[in-house]
Each structure stands twice: as structure tokens, then as C-alpha cells.
């Protein structure tokens, strides 16, 4: 009910701002040949054959003036590509609100045989809500996947193994066009290697999200912009991209007639990989030390397939639907060759090899459907979505122990069959209050279901008949439901402090059970959510903008499945179904300038986490290590982000960044404190050779980052691209080589607790080689299309996959 009375509250409130009404004139126009809205064009307001005041269309072909004083005026309107166009006779008289209707403009050039686009985009944009990388333009990233895209970024940290951190912090929510994808609620890092870099434009950083969005606890907001087709006619793509540690084959088509338009992409990928890891661990039981060595070697590799089709029917110039289906489907395998010695005083008191196999399979498909209804006034509308998606994972393990003699004397296998649904419905009202002010409300219900299914069996004489262990069989039955409201109200005047300011309620309702009569467990709680952004632009292509903002993030599957993995006997991890949300807290300053060729930006931030989510070990007398997901510690950080960008010579650019905080743990539950310097640096330069020839170089560093327990080592990573354009620029063909006079990444991880002390060093070999390959086809011609609404559930704390 709460959620619903804060609906018609904020419905009540955007009413009363109607009242006040002011003399108008607005209107829409439109493409007389592709009968599509023509979108920031110019429209300026004549009196007596004087400008008295100009404005641009927004990007559904709108335009308004709020404040006409009592005259008779024309309108005059320009736009490159069209031929201007002067309406004569426009009475206004006090208080009324003119609608000049449908304005037809008509293009100078009718028709192109082929349409070549040149940007002139900048790798880095700072907006004043957000940051934009033009992925697009970065030739380094080719024949790689997301991964690679988001190492590029400054004030994100992208390790070895794909675990994305914002600032210093995993808790951060993964976009793909403004929407979720199922995969990414189950592993972020396994969601980003499904999506290759070829077919990303650009990805937006949103460290301060307003209350329009879910009330997310994270450090920020990561949305993956793919590459569209907004012109008429068909066009298409073909890119298969080959390397030493992955292959992608890509394929997109784009068919665009009148009012409809239709597109589809699709890929297929598989990698490898290999590392060499080697884990001591030292604990003390009745005063006695024991230690254990355990060198292993990690083959891995997998096999993924995307594809994505979308389309959307403009019914008329007022009503838009549109729909989409986005489905993959994966399998990771990953071969271990273990050796374990445990000794103490001198003795060795256990010995054995391991060879196992690990393998995650799952696929998934999301499926959305939105409907736009536009108003005669400029920039109002109602939006009305829906989105459904499913996933169905197996994860399974063999593992084999074999004696000094290479004699296997026992056998373990496990599986777990998963499934994760999710259904949303979500309506959202913009109503433009005039010219510089809009009101913004909506409301949104999410319902989720999460079953896992997990068995476990041994065979203890080595054999292959195996038996069930009835105490480690679990069905885990999770149910939530999610219901919102929010209120978002922005004023942006040109020379003066421009607001935002909202607030969000949200209730949520959890019922969970299990098969083995483990208790039910049933919560039910509301948050309450503000946020405030002020943000002013200054002289000299300057702007600063302060922003406070609270957030809460749920824990999903990858931390609530209470499936036990214990592929490794010494080393077992899992996920906690009794984990509570976390509350974050956050503060920031930007300030940005641009100076001919170049700019730059200086971003302040605070941030506190509550109830913040960690992974604890604890080790056991008989030495083996668990990890298990606990609300126990509360994560703040403080720190600064610089980043530049600028043009050396005209065909030489240089960028780089600066990511710098002290970050502090602290459990009082577990009475621990950590805290320490944290940076990144990031450096990308490029130069352009004329003729088609193009070179790239990138590189980075990661200091070490603190845990509650201990810390993960520091690393780099640096790779060098040409690129040549062929068969009259519709074609590409790159070379790139990674990590060229390194052939192994090296890093150490250090763990404490309160009986153990563990040292883990990895070598991760990434060395190698890399192809890309591009081929464009199609001819179109000039075409508009409107801005797409989807649905994006932003409240779920999604795994990193980093066991």
C-alpha cells in the first residue's frame, strides 16, 4: 500500500504543477519523405520578422515555448539535410496554449545510394549525469569481448579472471541497453565474456543514479550500449575475429521500411585458458602448526553462443511498440591437476593427487515488450513495460584422488541444477513542467524465483559405482517480490544551479523453503530512498556538479544458493540464503573542463556500505577452508578519479586516469579492520597514419586491493593494434598482440583469519596473438528513429564467478 500511495502522491503533486498555466506555442515536426520525427532541428519564434526567441527540437521532432507574450508571430525551421521552412500567422492570446500541429519539412537531398557516417565523438564523454566511452572508436578492443571494453575505463578495475570493481567496489549493477539480462544477475564476469566488443558502441559510467532508477546499493551503474541501425533500408555485418586464447564470430542484419523496423545479431564464441596456481596454508590445532602445500594446474575452456532480435512498430506519430528476445546459451569446463602434502613437526601426514573436472552449463532467454504513448506537448509521455526472462543452469563436478602409485582409491561427483525467473511490469510518466522543469513518477513490481537442486555421491573403493549422501541433498525454493514508486523532479536553467531531486519507496517480500526441513524463511521490509544532484555550467566550457545519493542492494543467487561446492575436499565455498540487503551511502564532486583539444575531469567521492556482503574463510581442525557470503562488515572509501584527454597532433591522441582511494573494512562481529591505498592507472594513445592505417597502444595497473581478510595482489596488462581499412572502407582488418614480452601474469593473494595464515600465487598466461576481421554490406538511405524505453531491474548484487 505504501508504495501505491507514494504513486498517487507524486501523480497528485505533478498535477498541481499543471494548473499554473502560461501562453505556448509548440509543435511537432516531421520527415515528409520517411514520415519520421525530424529531431533537433531549429525552430526560432519571429515577430514582426525578428527573432524573439530560438529552441531546439527534442529527439522525438518536439518543440516548445513556454512563454509567449499575447502577438501574432511565424516560425522559422532549419536543420542540415532540409529545406527550411517559415510558418506565417500564429495568433496567441493570455493563457492559451497554441499547437501548430504537424509540420512536414522536406529533405534537400531525397535519397542517398549510400550513406558513409563519419563521427567526430571523442574516445571519453563526460555528460552531466554520467561518463560515455565511444567503445566504437577504440581499435584496441577488436576480436575481444566486454571485458576488454571496461579494462579501458577509467575508475573501473577489471582483473585476470573478469571481476569488475567501480571505485574500489564489486558492487555495481551490469546493464545491456538500459535492461538486465539473467546471465548478469548469475555472474557478471561470465555475462561480459559472452558479449563481444565488436558489437558494443559505447558504455556509460553512472556513479550517482537517480531515484528513476531501481534503488541499487552499489558503486554505480555500468550500461552497455550494442550498436543499432537507424537507417532505411537493409545493412549488415559480418566479423570473425581469431586469437591464441579466444575466437568470435559475429554476424549482425538491420532492415528498416517505413514504420518498422527489424534487427538481429548473433555470435558464437570458444576460449581457453591456462594458469598454475600454488597455495600454502599454515594453521594451528592443540598448539600444534600445520602446514599444507598445494601446487595445482588450471586448463580451461568453453563454448558460448548470443543471439538478440529486435523490433519496433511506429503505429503512428503519437504510439510506439516495440519488443525484443535475447537469448544465449554456454558451457565452461575447467580441468584441475592437484597436489596436496600436509605436514606437521616434519611429518607428512596426508598425501594425494587430484584430478577433477568442473563444468557450468546454462542458457537463458530474456524477452521484452514496451509501449510508448507520446502527447502533443513536447517531452510528455507515458511508458508501459514488460520484460520476462529465464535461465536453467547445471553445474556439475568428478573428482578422482589418486595414492603415490597413481592407484585412485576414491571418486566424488556433485551436481546442481539451478533456475532463476524473473517477471517484471513497470509503468513510468514524464510530464514537462515548461522549458527547463520536468516531473518524472512511476511505479514498478518485480517478481523473482530462484530453485536450486544439488546432490552429492561417492564411491569410497575407487570404483565406479557411486552412492548418494543423503546429508549433503538439498531443494532450495527462494521467492521475492519487489514494489516501487518514485518521484524524480529536474529543472536545468542555462546559467544558473541546475536540480534533481527524487525519492523511491520500496517494499520487498521474501519467502524461501527447503526440502531437507531446514526452517522457512519469511522477511518482509521497506526502504526508503533519496537522492539530489546539483550540477552547474560554467564559462569556458566548464561544469561542476554535487550529487548525494542512498542505495539498497539485494543479495541474488550467485550469493543465496546454499549448494556447498566441494569439488576441492581442502577448499570449499558457497552461498548464504539468509544474507540481508545491503545500505550504501554516497557523496560526490565532479568538476570538468575543456580546453581546445582537450579536457578534463576531477571526480571526489565518499562512500559507505552497511551490512556490507563478504566472503569468509574459516579453517577447520582438520584443515579445510570454507567460504561462505556474510553481512559482517561495513566498506567505506574515499577517494578521487582524474582523467584527461587530448590530441597531441592531429592524428595523435592521448587519454589516461588516475583512480585513487583509501579504502577501510570493518567487522565488528568478527573484530577485523583493514584498510589501505588503492589505485589504477590507465594510459591509451593512438595515431592515425592516413590511407586507412591506424595503431593503438593500451596498458594499465591494478594495485593490490584489500579484503577484509587479507589482500589480492597488484598486476598489468598492455597491448599493441594496427588496423587497415579495405575494400573502400567497408572493410577492416586488424592485428594485435597482448602482453608481447610477458608471458605470464603474476600476482599473490595473502589471507588471515584467526588460526590460519594462506599465501596463493598465480601465474595466468596471457600472452598471444590476436586477428580481427570486419566485412559491411547494404545500402540505405536517410532515416530517423525514436528513443527506446526498456526495462532495467537494478537492485540485485550479481556474482563476480572469481571461484
Do not use: C
Not at 410 to 422: A, F, G, P
Amino acid at each position: 500500500m505504501k508504495f501505491l500511495l507514494l504513486t498517487l502522491i507524486a501523480f497528485a503533486f505533478g498535477t498541481g504543477f499543471l494548473w499554473a498555466q502560461h501562453a505556448s506555442v509548440s509543435g511537432f515536426l516531421l520527415d515528409s519523405t520517411a514520415n519520421k520525427p525530424v529531431e533537433f532541428a531549429t525552430v526560432a519564434l519571429l515577430k514582426e520578422g525578428k527573432i524573439i526567441e530560438g529552441v531546439t527540437a527534442d529527439s522525438k521532432g518536439r518543440f516548445l515555448f513556454a512563454k509567449v507574450a499575447v502577438g501574432t508571430y511565424s516560425l522559422q525551421i532549419s536543420f542540415v539535410g532540409y529545406t527550411t521552412k517559415t510558418v506565417e500567422n500564429i495568433r496567441v492570446l493570455d493563457g492559451q496554449e497554441v499547437e501548430t500541429g504537424t509540420i512536414r519539412l522536406a529533405q534537400t537531398v531525397q535519397k542517398l545510394a549510400e550513406v558513409t557516417i563519419t563521427e567526430q565523438k571523442t574516445l571519453f564523454e563526460e555528460k552531466s549525469d554520467r561518463m560515455v566511452y565511444n567503445a566504437e572508436k577504440d581499435i584496441s578492443v577488436k576480436g575481444g569481448d566486454a571485458t576488454d571494453v571496461l579494462k579501458k575505463i577509467p575508475s573501473i578495475a577489471v582483473d585476470i579472471e573478469g571481476n569488475v570493481q567501480l571505485r574500489g567496489s564489486s558492487n555495481i549493477k551490469v546493464l545491456i541497453n538500459n535492461k538486465p539480462s539473467s546471465v548478469v544477475a548469475r555472474s557478471i564476469s561470465d555475462a561480459l565474456k559472452q558479449i563481444p566488443a565488436d558489437i558494443i558502441k559505447q558504455v556509460e559510467i553512472i556513479t550517482s543514479p537517480s531515484a528513476k532508477y531501481d534503488a541499487e546499493g552499489t558503486a554505480g551503474i555500468i550500461n552497455i550500449i550494442t550498436k543499432k541501425n537507424t537507417l532505411r533500408g537493409t545493412s549488415g555485418s559480418i566479423s570473425p575475429n581469431f586469437s591464441r586464447w579466444n575466437n568470435w564470430q559475429n554476424a549482425s542484419i538491420n532492415h528498416r521500411m517505413k514504420n518498422l523496423g527489424i534487427s538481429a545479431n548473433g555470435g558464437y564464441s570458444d576460449w581457453k585458458n591456462k594458469r598454475y596456481i600454488e597455495l600454502n596454508r599454515s594453521f594451528l590445532t592443540e598448539n600444534t602448526v600445520t602446514n599444507q602445500n598445494q601446487p595445482q594446474w588450471v586448463n580451461g575452456n568453453g563454448k558460448n553462443f548470443y543471439g538478440t532480435l529486435n523490433v519496433d512498430w511506429d503505429i503512428d506519430s503519437l504510439n510506439r511498440l516495440g519488443a525484443g528476445l535475447n537469448y544465449y546459451d554456454g558451457i565452461n569446463t575447467n580441468g584441475f591437476d592437484i597436489t596436496f602434502e600436509e605436514s606437521s613437526r616434519g611429518v607428512v601426514n596426508q598425501y594425494f593427487r587430484r584430478d577433477m573436472s568442473r563444468t557450468y552449463d546454462w542458457s537463458g532467454a530474456t524477452l521484452n515488450l514496451d509501449y510508448t504513448r507520446l502527447f502533443k506537448k513536447p517531452k510528455k509521455e507515458i511508458n508501459f513495460l514488460m520484460m520476462y526472462s529465464f535461465e536453467g543452469e547445471d553445474s556439475d563436478y568428478i573428482s578422482n584422488l589418486l595414492n603415490r602409485s597413481e592407484t585412485i582409491y576414491y571418486r566424488e561427483k556433485s551436481y546442481n541444477i539451478s533456475n532463476n525467473k524473473e517477471g517484471t511490469i513497470q509503468l513510468d510518466f514524464t510530464n514537462p513542467l515548461d522549458s527547463i522543469s520536468t516531473l518524472e513518477i512511476g511505479s514498478k513490481t518485480i517478481f523473482r524465483q530462484i530453485l536450486s537442486d544439488y546432490r552429492i555421491a561417492s564411491a569410497t573403493d575407487g570404483s565406479t559405482l557411486f552412492t548418494d549422501i543423503p546429508a549433503q541433498a538439498n531443494v532450495f525454493d527462494y521467492n521475492q517480490q519487489v514494489a516501487s514508486a518514485y518521484v524524480v523532479y529536474s529543472r536545468t536553467p542555462k546559467n544558473r544551479w541546475g536540480i534533481n531531486v527524487g525519492a523511491r519507496y520500496e517494499h520487498t517480500f521474501i519467502q524461501a523453503n527447503f526440502l531437507n526441513g531446514t526452517a522457512s524463511i519469511s522477511n518482509t521490509y521497506g526502504n526508503f530512498i533519496p537522492n539530489l544532484s546539483l550540477s552547474r555550467r560554467l564559462k569556458k566550457e566548464q561544469q561542476i556538479r554535487l550529487s548525494y545519493s542512498q542505495r539498497i542492494q539485494r543479495p541474488q543467487f550467485f550469493y543465496l544458493n546454499p549448494y556447498v561446492n566441494q569439488a576441492d575436499s581442502k577448499n570449499l565455498y558457497g552461498g548464504n540464503p539468509y544474507l540481508k540487503p545491503e545500505l550504501t551511502h554516497s557523496v560526490e564532486a565532479n568538476y570538468s573542463i575543456s580546453i581546445k583539444q582537450t579536457s578534463l575531469n576531477a571526480s571526489f567521492f565518499l562512500r559507505q556500505t552497511n551490512n556490507a556482503i563478504e566472503s569468509i574463510s574459516t579453517v577447520d581442525k582438520e584443515g579445510v577452508l570454507k567460504q561462505i557470503f556474510q553481512n559482517v562488515a561495513q566498506n567505506s572509501a574515499y577517494g578521487v578519479n582524474l582523467s584527461a584527454n587530448t590530441k597531441l597532433t592531429k592524428q595523435w591522441s592521448v587519454n589516461g586516469s588516475l583512480n585513487l582511494f583509501y579504502n577501510v573494512l570493518e567487522s565488528a562481529e568478527l573484530k577485523t579492520r583493514n584498510e589501505d591505498w588503492m589505485y589504477r592507472l590507465n594510459l591509451n594513445s593512438s595515431v592515425d597514419f592516413g590511407k586507412g592505417f591506424k595503431a593503438q597502444l593500451f596498458g594499465f595497473y591494478n594495485s593490490a586491493r584489500v579484503n577484509l581478510q587479507g589482500k589480492s595482489g597488484s598486476f598489468a596488462f598492455y597491448n599493441i593494434v594496427v588496423q587497415k581499412e579495405i575494400l573502400k572502407k567497408k572493410g577492416t582488418i586488424g592485428f594485435g598482440y597482448d602482453n608481447p614480452f610477458n608471458e605470464v601474469i603474476r600476482w599473490r593473494n595473502d589471507f588471515v583469519g584467526p588460526n590460519f595464515v594462506q599465501t596463493q600465487d598465480v601465474a595466468m598466461y596471457r600472452r598471444g596473438w590476436r586477428l580481427n576481421l570486419k566485412y559491411e554490406f547494404g545500402r540505405m538511405s536517410s532515416s530517423q528513429q525514436r528513443q527506446k524505453k526498456r526495462i532495467s531491474n537494478d537492485d540485485k548484487k550479481a556474482g563476480e564467478g572469481s571461484n
